[in-house]
């Protein structure tokens, strides 16, 4: 048997749509071994029941398109799966689905396949690196297309004094759905906008400079349209900058919200926990620290 722990990730951190990621220490420990014959998929935890059990599993999916570049084949299969991480939340459940498989499917097949590879393949079955990335290599990732062939990305640290509040609302937003309200095109105003963000956040969280984040996490390319499906969320901005948040962002694609705290803010939880009370919103409020590994075997 084989067993890998799946970090959670949260995309785009604001400006940098598709491209910027971070792993988040929520994880999926997912269980594959060989059995005579057929194929057995059991899921545990948050959210199971909108888990698939059958071959359009999202984990056996990515372990298929290993087995079939490595020319593996596995009399039969069973795989179980520990979740943590919630599912249609914008906190990259797929991606850690789809990091867990490929790295077990490779165990399986005897390690065949290179990093580069399995981010590779990790890119295809997501449609975009900015979640598997940092979902197989840990930390705060830039990722970027080098040819038509290959993902190149930057791992980057995360400041120490800092961690995240994720808020999580009690209701899914799928990325298809969060995608189809984006425009097809945007100003070349706003897109000379969301360079400067991106660039800014890269700047404030490497030079310790917190207190650019606020403008940092600024975006004009998905959160303006976004935000329209998440009741509130304008109003939990301010009241979570009031707070004492350094940055407030949408994470991926939606319902989740994260803020960007200083590591010794303690009021900041129960200003947040009182505002949402009093609007009768049942989110869940959670510190996070970032993973600094990604996908792994365990024993």
């Not at 899921?43 to 020319?71: H, P, Q």
Request: aromatic content about 8%; overall charge negative; some cysteine.
């Amino acid at each position: 048997m084989v067993r890998v722990k799946a970090p959670a990730t949260s995309a785009n951190m604001g400006p940098g749509f598709d491209c910027m990621g971070i792993a988040l220490n929520i994880f999926n420990t997912v269980e594959a071994q060989i059995i005579p014959e057929g194929l057995e998929i059991e899921t545990y935890g948050r959210d199971a029941g909108l888990i698939e059990n059958d071959d359009t599993n999202l984990i056996y999916r990515a372990m298929k398109k290993v087995f079939t570049m490595t020319g593996y084949s596995p009399a039969g299969l069973k795989i179980t799966s520990y979740n943590e991480i919630p599912v249609a939340r914008g906190l990259g459940s797929s991606a850690a689905s789809t990091a867990a498989g490929l790295l077990l499917a490779n165990a399986l097949a005897g390690e065949k396949l290179g990093l580069d590879e399995i981010i590779k393949l990790g890119t295809e079955i997501e449609g975009h690196p900015d979640n598997i990335v940092p979902a197989l290599i840990g930390g705060m990732t830039l990722s970027y297309a080098m040819d038509t062939s290959a993902v190149g990305y930057v791992k980057m640290d995360f400041p120490d004094k800092m961690r995240m509040i994720v808020m999580v609302p009690d209701f899914m937003l799928s990325t298809s759905k969060s995608r189809e309200v984006l425009p097809s095109r945007v100003d070349i105003k706003d897109a000379v906008f969301n360079v400067s963000r991106a660039a800014l956040m890269v700047a404030a969280l490497t030079s310790n400079k917190p207190e650019l984040l606020k403008y940092a996490v600024e975006d004009r390319l998905h959160q303006p349209y976004r935000g329209k499906l998440i009741p509130g969320m304008e109003e939990i901005f301010a009241t979570a900058y009031n707070a004492g948040a350094r940055g407030v962002f949408l994470s991926g694609s939606g319902s989740t919200l994260i803020a960007l705290v200083d590591a010794d803010e303690r009021g900041f939880l129960p200003a947040l926990k009182n505002f949402l009370a009093e609007k009768s919103l049942n989110w869940e409020l959670k510190y996070v620290n970032v993973s600094r590994q990604g996908a792994a075997r365990i024993q």
